[in-house]
């Protein structure tokens, strides 16, 4: 398996992988991982924008994005993606200090330690190219799988919000999850 940075040429093969994986938010029993319901959970144009300027953005510059991606060798054809990991800006300047984490494995390859090789790639390489000092997430509170993953690294859970959502007549809660990077 290869851990990359993402260039501009990734993007349309990012965004295929990403709205398979958004599709199965929920589906069939599956753990909710994204906070919007079945209907809505496919890739948009507002995501799809945010990655394109962010990545051809500095660190530090507004709505600066970073995107590093897990690729398997295929036999038949081009490497097949597995797994992302990104880090964005809060949206005021004042958290400058701070960056949020959004990451994914195909559902697949889940299990199989790439999520700890993405985490452990992301930071390696903040610490090396950043002077961010915290990584923070969200992550829903049922997301056992996640939340034992994150803590195995070191992050901290910072609170509990019950109820946060409520869609596809389910209540879901969200827990808040922090690591001082440096």
Not at 45 to 58: D, N, P, V, W, Y
Not at 148 to 153: D, P, T, V
């Amino acid at each position: 398996m290869e851990i990359r940075l993402a260039q501009q040429t990734d993007l349309e093969s990012f965004f295929h992988y990403l709205d398979i994986q958004l599709q199965g938010n929920g589906a069939d029993g599956a753990l909710v991982f994204q906070p919007v319901p079945g209907e809505e959970s496919k890739i948009s144009e507002t995501i799809k924008s945010k990655f394109s300027t962010g990545m051809a953005k500095a660190i530090g510059d507004d709505g600066w994005r970073f995107l590093m991606l897990a690729l398997i060798d295929n036999e038949i054809a081009e490497p097949e993606m597995v797994g992302h990991i990104d880090i964005r800006p809060y949206p005021n300047k004042y958290s400058n200090h701070r960056a949020l984490l959004g990451m994914g494995v195909a559902a697949q390859h889940r299990g199989k330690g790439i999520g700890e090789q993405l985490l452990r790639s992301i930071l390696d390489w903040m610490r090396d190219n950043t002077a961010i000092e915290y990584l923070d997430l969200w992550v829903m509170s049922d997301n056992i799988p996640a939340i034992a993953l994150y803590e195995k690294l070191g992050f901290i859970a910072c609170g509990d919000i019950s109820d946060m959502y409520r869609f596809d007549g389910k209540s879901i809660s969200e827990t808040m999850m922090s690591l001082r990077v440096r």
